[in-house]
């Protein structure tokens, strides 16, 4: 279950600009952004998640963030959820996050950067560290459309007996700043993701989501996304509709 | 210059002190040894152009006094071109044919009142002239004078009635 | 101010002196041949080497200082909109220019511009995301830009911030300053001949072109510029209301004044504060220079791309801090791009076109000497009997007493700010009139001293006092007032003595007027 939740949750940057995508805010993908050199950000974010089978999975990301360096930031979240299922409370996993820029986006070329996320168990039940390292493009198409590409290699130290101990996921993000320029405030977004599953010789699970980020005070973005696996390997729990709802603050 | 501190008490030292900066000034605008002091220089509400001050002989401002202020114009048509700027009462000190007579003009509650006799001189086709040509009188005759004095080709006198008409009509 | 003499030994010694820096002045600022309107003829040519990190590849984005001031500005909140407002502006413009859509520029491109002015957001706008195009191209320039915008906001957040006493903010500015420019992008505090850097080949092109737009851009500059004195040193109960008449005069009247000549230098709109913190006023009239300078060289069409882009960074490179360092206020060679001299009585301001030692031309003001009181010509005061400063019919000046604030108030069309020293070196006066002249006071129970002396002394015989008790107390430690009786506000705003005998006025044509231009309406 914690392993289902770390795939929920997926890490994510965090920005108090409506149009610096990050991570779980209300998506999966990342954008080829820091948060600025000096800034500080607190990010929130409740989910649901009801799986087939009737379950219902409850999650919460709390996480700050700080970008240290010029084009770098630096994270650390905590992720606890709660399980219908299994009646139980789950403290999750303490991830440390390190994000880069290669290069803003110039003439044609993209903006790349990349990420590493490393989760660390929290809670009893965890084993294990887990590490996914992702390439992020993203490019400019026309005036406001904006095209994003992350690829994810993920990493198991301990995986339990069947499970893949690497595995790779894409996503094709979307986003588009709506009202520009006379309300610009939302940024919509919308992707599609795969990722591999965990178990030995299983295929991808297909995801498709869209969500809204608004700007809601100077400093201050709420962000809301719904999201749906369109496809799962055989045996594995597919989560018809998902729901995100955060908030992210930088200061 | 021109600063004095708290402890100052004294009206000798004031009035040498303002003596001496009096002189000062007078030099300067006369020999021109250290800069003269230039300050604001205002252009026409209306047209924008340099207003031209009074002289000895003549009066060229045009000030309209509305409530505490007073606002100058270049010349009597430039005052009614401009006149929906002001909401209230209005009294306008318009040059006369005698300098330091101004021809008083009102407008009370939107309507426009002149002393008996008084006409208008509006022959100007640039606002580069308009302080010469735009010009309030107390009779046609004081008119007809000014403009043969000036060389004014066609002057016409106007009517108060008239004159807003000319101006209505721009 | 002094005399620089444009003699062979001066020329010897200041090179000595700037040796490096004159070493690049062959490039950056080329001069080439000068055409029949006073231009360059010829492109500016770049430096040896431009710095390091305008090549640099990644987005380099800095953050705004954390401090407990930030977005003060929403303390008003009509300014703070209208403020989000402009940054909409330059970026639809250069977006524009760079996708191919510059033959819109007066039409769909203004009205869209003015949309958003007139009907501004409540939250500020990300002007990167307006302009990606012009982004990926230039993405340096948006540095500078990024960069100074910050210290713009943060200047303004200090100042509307509640609860700091006025030496704390001075305090904090001063921090911020170094802030600023401590980092590669900053542009130089330093004053800039703004001749100079408006009379390359490209110059004034985007002004001819689009003069409704520029005429908005130089509007909401007037906003940007205006809105110092506004907060600076005064109560912050104050700021709602000033901007009130500030806002009105932005949105009617400077967003479409097309009559313009130049640009609104910070000097000229926020006089006290840019003698304050003069570093900081020269920086944002050498960011709107900047600006300028980008809008001549994209709406230039013989130029091609590259010789737009080369343009662009020397354009950037041309106002770096790091390019003029070890310079200093008030001297370089005149005429040249390390000219940092400053009209007399402002080293918050570059030297302007036509100016001479004593004198400049202010368009929309006329001729003036920034060191004199803008009503009587005479010596303005310093220390805790500052004066005071009014703002009326989109100007702002400093005057030397309350007579010479009022009468010049008096003088002009629609409401007035008179910002004023009193007795009391931490309370500063507020009076704001309506259009007729009437007056209201942010501090009850002022009264007025006049008793009508000469004006080389007006601000000693007119004053303005906290109260009565106040009042009493000056005049009984001076003798020559022993007679004095105090004016109230209703008393005082009813009198008008008209131009003093000591105003001195230049009737010179504008240094802006082309041959040609009877300077009026026809």
């Known amino acids: 279950m914690a392993c289902l939740f770390a795939a929920l949750f997926a890490s994510s940057a965090f920005a108090s600009d409506h149009n610096n995508i990050d991570s779980g805010r209300p998506l999966r993908f990342d954008d080829a952004y820091s948060i600025g050199f000096g800034e500080r950000a607190i990010e929130y974010g409740l989910s649901s998640a009801w799986l087939r089978g009737g379950s219902t999975l409850y999650g919460g990301k709390f996480e700050f963030k700080y970008g240290y360096a010029m084009n770098r930031d630096i994270g650390i979240s905590f992720s606890p959820s709660y399980s219908s299922e299994d009646i139980r409370f789950n403290a999750g996993e303490i991830e440390l996050s390190y994000f880069q820029q290669i290069q803003r986006e110039i003439d044609n070329a993209p903006a790349l950067a990349y990420k590493l996320d490393v989760g660390l168990p929290a809670d009893k039940e965890g084993s294990g560290v887990e590490a996914r390292l992702r390439g992020i493009m993203t490019k400019n198409a026309g005036q406001y459309d904006k095209f994003h590409i992350n690829v994810d290699a993920m990493y198991s130290s301990n995986p339990h007996q069947g499970e893949r101990d690497v595995r790779f996921g894409a996503i094709f993000g979307y986003s588009n700043p709506l009202g520009a320029p006379t309300k610009f405030d939302k940024t919509f977004v919308a992707q599609f993701a795969l990722e591999q599953g965990r178990m030995n010789g299983e295929g991808f699970t297909g995801n498709i989501g869209i969500g809204i980020r608004k700007q809601v005070s100077e400093q201050g973005v709420l962000d809301f996304g719904i999201e749906s696996d369109i496809f799962a390997p055989s045996g594995s729990r597919k989560s018809p509709i998902r729901l995100t709802l955060g908030y992210s603050f930088g200061f | 210059m021109g600063s004095k501190s708290p402890q100052h008490n004294s009206t000798n030292g004031k009035t040498m002190k303002t003596t001496i900066l009096s002189m000062i000034l007078v030099a300067t605008a006369t020999f021109g040894a250290i800069a003269p002091a230039y300050a604001h220089d205002a252009d ?14 003549q009066d060229n401002e045009v000030v309209v006094k509305f409530g505490n202020k007073k606002i100058e114009y270049r010349c009597v048509y430039c005052v009614f071109a401009d006149q929906k700027k002001f909401s209230g009462d209005l009294i306008v000190y318009a040059p006369s044919e005698t300098a330091g007579k101004p021809i008083i003009l009102k407008r009370t509650a939107g309507k426009w009142s002149a002393p008996d006799g008084t006409v208008f001189l509006n022959t100007f086709k640039r606002h580069k002239d308009c302080a010469e040509q735009s010009r309030t009188f107390t009779s046609k005759v004081q008119l007809e004078k000014y403009a043969k004095a000036n060389s004014i080709s066609n002057a016409k006198s106007l009517t108060l009635d008239e004159m807003l008409k000319e101006v209505a009509k721009k | 101010m002094k005399h620089y003499s444009q003699s062979l030994a001066v020329t010897i010694a200041i090179f000595a002196l700037y040796g490096t820096a004159f070493s690049q002045t062959d490039h950056g600022m080329h001069q080439g041949m000068k055409g029949m309107d006073g231009k360059n003829t010829g492109l500016p040519t770049p430096p040896e080497q431009f710095p390091k990190w305008m090549s640099n590849k990644t987005s380099d984005h800095l953050f705004y200082k954390p401090a407990p001031y930030n977005w003060s500005i929403r303390n008003i909140p009509a300014f703070a909109a209208d403020m989000y407002g402009t940054g909409v502006g330059h970026g639809i413009a250069y977006e524009a220019m760079v996708t191919g859509k510059a033959d819109r520029m007066e039409d769909s491109i203004h009205r869209s511009i003015v949309g958003v002015l007139m009907n501004p957001p409540h939250l500020p706008i990300d002007e990167g995301a307006i302009l990606p195009t012009f982004k990926r191209k230039y993405g340096s320039l948006e540095k500078v830009f990024d960069w100074a915008h910050l210290l713009h906001f943060q200047t303004i957040d200090v100042l509307s911030h509640k609860g700091w006493s006025d030496e704390q903010k001075d305090a904090e500015i001063e921090v911020l300053w170094q802030r600023y420019a401590s980092q590669p992008y900053a542009i130089t505090g330093l004053p800039m001949n703004m001749e ?183 010596a303005l005061p310093d220390g805790d009997q500052w004066g005071a400063t009014v703002s009326a019919d989109g100007w702002t000046m400093m005057v030397r007493c309350m007579l010479c604030a009022r009468d010049m108030a008096g003088e002009t069309i629609g409401r007035a700010v008179i910002r004023a020293a009193t007795e009391d070196p931490n309370q500063t006066l507020v009076m704001i009139s309506d259009e007729e002249g009437n007056w209201t006071s942010n501090i009850p129970g002022i009264v007025f001293l006049e008793v009508k002396g000469d004006h080389p002394e007006c601000n000693d015989w007119s004053r303005v006092f906290t109260s009565k008790v106040a009042f009493d107390n000056f005049v009984r430690s001076d003798d020559y007032y022993k007679d004095a009786k105090p004016l109230t506000l209703a008393e005082w705003q009813t009198r008008g003595e008209g131009t003093p005998e000591t105003y001195r006025r230049i009737d010179r044509p504008s240094p802006y007027k082309k041959k040609g231009d009877d300077g009026g309406k026809n």
């Not at chain 3, 570093?279 to 220079?289: E, Q």
């Not at chain 3, 230039?300 to 041309?318: M, P």
């Not at chain 3, 200093?328 to 040249?336: F, H, I, N, R, Y």
Request: negative net charge; charged residues 20%.
């Open chain 2, 44 to 57: 026409c509400p209306f047209c924008k152009t340099k207003l031209v001050q009074n002289t000895e002989t």
């Open chain 3, 196 to 378: 100079v850097l408006d009379s390359y080949s490209y110059s004034t092109t985007f002004r001819t072109k689009y003069p409704k737009v520029n005429a908005l851009f130089w509007g909401y500059h007037w906003l940007q510029t205006a809105n110092y004195d506004m907060l600076y040193r005064t109560p912050t109960n104050t700021h709602i209301p000033q901007y009130q008449v500030m806002g009105d005069r932005y949105r009617n009247v400077e967003l479409f004044n097309t009559d313009r000549e130049f640009m609104p230098m910070t000097g000229e709109m926020s006089p006290r504060f840019s003698k304050r913190f003069p570093y900081i006023a020269n920086s944002f009239d050498n960011l709107h220079m900047l600006h300028d300078n980008i809008g001549d060289i994209l709406a230039t069409d013989t130029l091609s791309e590259a010789q737009k882009k080369e343009q662009i960074d020397i354009a950037i490179w041309r106002v770096l801090g790091s390019t003029h360092r070890g310079e200093e206020p008030g001297k370089g060679e005149p005429g040249t791009l390390h000219d940092h001299r400053y009209p007399m009585g402002m080293p918050g301001m570059g030297w302007m076109k036509g100016s001479t030692d004593e004198d400049m031309y202010m368009s929309g003001m006329g001729w003036m000497n920034m060191s004199e009181c803008g009503h009587c010509s005479i």
